[in-house]
């Protein structure tokens, strides 16, 4: 496997809970489509960086594509391998490749074990190391992470919020993977200690020749550390490119009113901005509106979005977008009117 | 045109068995009718300590206070919880970060409104009630009638939110403090809010303290700027004075650190390096020298928050503004 | 709502059948309580006892005494082995003492549990609190009989100030009944006036320190006004559940030391009696009561805790 091959392909991924009520017998009232369909490619080497807000569904398609949680339906190929459906133990020599960051720097270590057992722990489960050249590899990678190895037997709550970020990447990076999940590394810390983060995965990227699912929610971020964004939305995704080509001609209305949401950190340029505000808030994952899912708050909405949902198709060059209205495109969209 | 509050060398100390942490160092600063005037920082800088112990929020036992807070000429440290009754929302309202966990889950919220009305005003039940319709109205919750007779669970964060603005609007206060108010909700119920924020302060003059890390948030709203370290005013400036003539090292690593929408892709981000002191055993001289690049000797010594390029452009650095120029530029493009 | 009670009425009917076969399989592995040897006297040859065997029915096979059992309890005619009275008939006699017992005791137990309980949280730390606490903690180290005793030997027989025991019916003079009352009522209260004021306390310094009651003070509300409108009402949630249970259990018959040491004729008394002389037909008659009131305050505090808290839903589809 050389750069550019694809590293992992998911195919129509779906992730639903059911909803049960009943009497005597439990049976399904409703479902929350959290993950309703996604297909994505992440390349070897490449960062694909997944945005959304709260409720579209990014963090349970990180944990449905790592096997954390059984997908409903749909196929997840990592090294040339289908996950969906194996076994623990058939998983178990490819969770070597694939590893995990979490958003919260606090919950995400447990805090009655010391940082080298921590980040040794991988390393033990998959019979790497032991003994003292277990801890000689625990204490490298903390130095890799800017950490110091001395602090090999401190308990995580001695650490500041971006210093156990850290010691999570380091516990990420133990086993050498070859694809690592980011799900929102960076939100729960401070701005400054953020750009200490980023630079820390990307020099480690370089490094270690990884690949990262990059999820966040904050898009200056994603833009910064990605090759390729996705943008999602109740559970789908609506649009995918090429980082600069979202950013500067985004196709789709939702990924319009997300880049003009964010405020720009400099007051003329901002003020003199045309802003983009949507009404109303997010759908529930529960009764997603039909056809297109997005139509119920879109200013371009028209009779087709309420009925027939729109397929993720090439627009414009390596960019795909849902939409029956698609905004930025050379060719005026002839559909419905 | 006379402040209306003002805040004069304010520090606010908790005692704990390791020591004194210093949360607030001494911060001072005006507040002028109608202006927003926008208070940065990172976790640890003091700002929201400094928010809540204006309306006397801070009640922890093992809490000191010292210094001056005076709405409208009127001293406010020292009242206890009675006295301070007819500042608190009647005059000096607050919103909070999280409305989830603001919002009593088991009380309505228009009951929640109401309780407040009548907390102050004599008025029945019905009257308040009606009010609190019209409150929602104003903010743009939509159904204002069947919604005040919901539950807090049974709003969106976005919604949740403006019923907190709502309540701290019934009594038609002269200020809002507002705690993070965006921090806990997604970019676009963001901008909403931060729009409805920026019309009521125009629609009815009131003064706002927002509370902040976010410097987008800060662009998008405020007249006037405090960027705040380490428990201390760092920088005192007009909005356009931040963002195009920082005058402070830390104010430039912030905006140097910020990953912009605008500007190219950069490969490596301008980055602060180290992390805030301890507000234990602060360092006696500037703060911000033990991370700071350009330190130099005279460092040792706590700079004095004054206008150092004229106008009320504050900052607390000892570098000759000429100098900073040069500096600043290499780490903001 | 309708659903949740189906489903709860259905649960119950299940628990009380798998209870009554529990205790009949139990009765009838415990050693030495072949009820008719015992019944036929120490002198009874076996002839004797092979009569009054077959007289109580005791010699078919269990499942069938199992259902002989059932059907009597269900038409009212059980009949106690020992002294050949009627289970529904004794425990129905009993329900007035124990019913009057328990509520009167609840009425004290709670309105002082809650008084401690918000005293001493409001002064944390200080002595009244402490005072408070130290007492807290007596009272739930005191066991019943004793505490019973104690007040028995100096208030009814030192000093004459109470009657020593015995029930006297509300119908037929309730001065009477008061005052016959007033030591057990104590006695039960005291156990759970400690653990209900600690419980409150507990709840209520938490409380205190949540989001939504500082932004009750910054509305500007009084010291008072948010400690009982924000801190007490939603402290007293978990506390307003507990005591469904604990009432649920003691109504039941499960107040069988105080309703003992102070002579009452309650379904308690009756229960006890009934496992000292091993009598099954009076135990299955009183484990299903208790039973069916511990099962029925459970529903009840279920019930209770969705209306307490708007944030729970019973049984319907969370959005």
Known sequence: MSKGDPLLEVTDLVKHFPIKAGVVIDHEVARVRAVDGVSLTLREGETLGLVGESGCGKSTLCRAILQLTQPTSGSVRFLGEELVGRSRRDLRPLRRQMQMIFQDPFASLNPRKRVGQIVGDPLELHGLAKGAELKRRVQELLERVGLNPEHYNRYPHEFSGGQRQRIGIARALALHPKLIVADEPVSALDVSVQAQIINLLKELQDEFGLSYLFVAHDLGVVRHVSDRVAVMYLGKVVENSATEDLYRKPIHPYTNALLSAVPIPDPKRNAARERLVLQGDVPSPIDPPPGCSFHTRCPWATEICTSDEPALVERATAHVAACHHPRNVEEPAAQGR | MSAILRVDDLKVGFATEDGVVEAVGGVSFELQPGEVLAIVGESGSGKSVTAQTITGLTRAPNAKITGSVSYRGRELIGLDDDQLRDIRGEQIAMVFQDPMSSLNPVYRVGDQISEMIRAHRDVSKREASH??????????????????????????????????????????????????????????????????????????????????????VVAEVADRVLVMYAGQIVEDATLDEIFYDPQHPYTWGLLGSLMRLDQSRTARLAQIPGQPPSLLAPPSGCRFAPRCPHEFDKCHELPALQPRVGGNHLDRCWLDPEDKKSRRAQVIP | MARFIARRLLGMVAVLFAISVIVFLIFNVIPNSDPAARIAGKNADPALIARVSADLGLDQPLPVQYLTMMRQIFTGQLMSYAKDRNVVEQIWDGVPATFSLCIGAAVIWMTLAVLFGYMSAVHAGKFTDRALTILSLVGISMPVFWLAAILLYFLTFKVQLFPTGSYVPLTEDPGQWAYHLILPWLTLAVLYVGFYSRMLRSNMLDAMNEDYVRTARAKGLSERQVRIRHVLRNSMIPVVTLFGLDFGMVVGGGAILTETVYNLNGVGLYAGEAIRSLDLPPLIGVTLFGAFFIVLFNTLVDIAYAGLDPRIRLGEVAA
């Open chain 2, 131 to 216: 009010r609190a319709i019209e409150l929602l109205r104003s903010v743009g919750i939509p159904n204002p009638e069947r919604r005040v007779r919901h539950y807090p669970h049974e709003f969106s964060g976005g919604m949740r939110q403006r019923v907190m603005i709502a309540m701290a609007l019934a009594l038609e206060p002269e200020v809002l403090i507002a705690d993070e108010p965006t921090t806990a909700l997604d970019v676009t119920v963001q901008a909403q809010i931060l729009r409805l924020l920026d019309q009521l302060n125009r629609d009815r003059d009131l003064a706002v303290i927002l509370i902040t890390h976010d410097l987008g």
